[in-house]
């Protein structure tokens, strides 16, 4: 038998405050539902996205989108002599432009404005495609525009200045340990008039080797189901690695790191493999993205190499998504996904450091 039951109606009434409140209660951070003040939490169809915008247009002289350039890195200035009688190239290291900053995360997916972390830049100069020798400059701290005014002198026979590259690489000597360069300078030899006679200002760059030489590659599928908003990469295998040496490295593997709205969070990794030349991942990982997220979030995956004595070096990295340093190859592998969700999308990934 039911028994109805009254119930009262209730009135809600709205009190404003009259002056400054002292305190408010902040919302509890739910890590399920991350929150970004540019972006709207309103409920996304993927098939609201326009993958055309992730996808490499068809180029012709009448249409053609350029791919839209990445974060600026800053600049390096330099002056090169070389020296014909003692066979010497020497190298001014005048400073640095406009470094970029760190910016203080105090909750992951969520744009903090709790401070900026300015880098104490280094500049790591060596010849390629030997990368030898290897000379460094001193360490600047906390600075966007450091001045090194410091010279450099690599032994370089005449005949060989057409075939050589000069690279420039800045570190940010507090995260040096971690092999996360802010960029590269290269600067090839071939046909310049090395007088020292004006100032050589070039920009930052995120790739170590010249074009068309990489580190190797890495096949890579990507994989987006809408229903449980879960992005899944898988890592297959990977090829022609560089500086491949079986005493060095004896196994190999790949660290994903989630990026969102220029900051990191969540970082996995895939079970260690051998270190042959071509290693065999075969390994998946899966990370919780949430469709409206999906224009803002980036893949960084580095693959690793660890030795006899168990310590790690980077291999190269691949950059997948919208996000930071992509390339067209990247933008379009991500795009693809977009208009596939539910399949798997494989695709081979050049490696840079």
């Not at 507090?174 to 008039?193: A, D, F």
């Not at 170590?208 to 599928?221: A, D, F, K, M």
């Not at 994989?223 to 297959?236: A, D, E, K, S």
Request: overall charge positive; proline content about 7%; some cysteine.
């Amino acid at each position: 038998m039911h028994v109805p039951i009254a119930v009262k109606n209730k009135t809600t009434t709205v009190i404003t405050a009259k002056g400054p409140c002292e305190f408010e209660i902040p919302k509890r951070y739910d890590p399920d539902q991350r929150r970004d003040s540019n972006i709207s939490a309103n409920k996304i169809n993927i098939e609201e996205i326009n993958a055309a915008i992730y996808s490499q247009p068809d180029v012709n002289e009448h249409m053609a989108v350029p791919a839209p350039e990445p974060p600026p890195l800053g600049t390096l200035l330099f002056e090169l002599r070389y020296e014909t009688y003692e066979e010497q190239l020497n190298v001014n290291l005048i400073g640095a432009r406009k470094l970029p900053v760190r910016h203080l995360v105090t909750e992951p997916g969520v744009a903090s404005h709790g401070g900026v972390i300015k880098c104490d830049p280094l500049v790591e100069i060596c010849l390629l495609p030997d990368e030898k020798p290897v000379v460094e400059s001193y360490t600047q701290f906390d600075i966007q525009d450091p001045q090194f005014d410091e010279h450099f002198s690599f032994k370089l026979a005449s005949a060989d200045l057409n075939k050589k590259t000069l690279r420039f690489t800045v570190y940010d000597s507090k995260r040096r340990h971690r092999l996360t360069p802010i960029g590269h300078v290269l600067y090839s030899l071939k046909g310049q008039e090395l007088d020292g006679a004006m100032v050589i200002e070039r920009n930052l760059k995120p790739n170590s080797q010249p074009y068309g030489h990489t580190r190797g590659e890495i096949l890579l599928s990507l994989n987006y189901n809408p229903g449980c908003n879960t992005l899944t990469v898988g890592i297959t295998r990977a090829k022609n690695l560089i500086n491949f040496d079986a005493h060095s490295n004896r196994e190999y593997y790949v660290k994903v790191e989630e990026i969102f709205s220029g900051h990191k969070v969540k970082t996995k990794r895939t079970p260690a493999t051998d270190g042959v030349r071509h290693p065999i991942f075969s390994s998946s990982l899966s990370f919780q993205v949430p469709v409206q997220h999906l224009s803002h979030t980036s893949l960084v995956l580095t693959l690793v190499g660890r030795g006899k004595m168990w310590s790690s070096k980077t291999v190269g990295r691949a950059i997948l998504g919208p996000g930071i340093f992509e390339s067209d190859s990247e933008r379009s592998h991500w795009g693809r996904m977009i208009k596939s969700p539910l399949k798997k999308v494989e695709q081979w990934h050049a490696l840079y450091l």
